[in-house]
């Protein structure tokens, strides 16, 4: 059974810093490029920033290019979102995806305050 558990999330003020975690099982992460998404209060789901299967081709939507970071360790069967210079508009579920199938996790909230 695929499974990807989100952890990480919380509230933190204007300009903090998080850093989400997506343990994955059931399938073969290494294999898998895989993304984050997110879906702020009354949106709709919004990519946030993609990697592929090795690591070596990353890219982020516009609004947080600059800020947010995604990594993974293929030998922990984890994706990873580096946070920073978080703002109100990022306050979201934020869910990891993998890309083949858009299959995600029940998502981990993030909320920043102003």
């Known amino acids: 059974e695929v499974q990807l558990v989100e952890s990480g999330g919380g509230l933190v003020q204007f300009g903090g810093s998080l850093r989400l975690s997506c343990a994955a099982s059931g399938f073969s992460f290494s294999t898998y490029d895989m993304r984050w998404v997110r879906q702020g209060p009354g949106k709709g789901l919004e990519w946030v920033a993609t990697?592929?299967?090795?690591?070596?081709?990353?890219s982020y939507a516009d609004t947080v290019k600059g800020r947010f970071t995604v990594s993974r360790d293929n030998a922990k069967n984890t994706l990873y979102l580096q946070m920073n210079s978080l703002k109100p508009e990022d306050t979201a579920v934020y869910y990891c995806?993998?890309?083949?199938?858009?299959?995600r996790g029940q998502g981990t909230q993030v909320t920043v305050s102003s």
């Open positions: 995806q993998r890309f083949l199938d858009g299959q």
């Open positions: 990697i592929n299967a090795v690591g070596s081709s990353l």
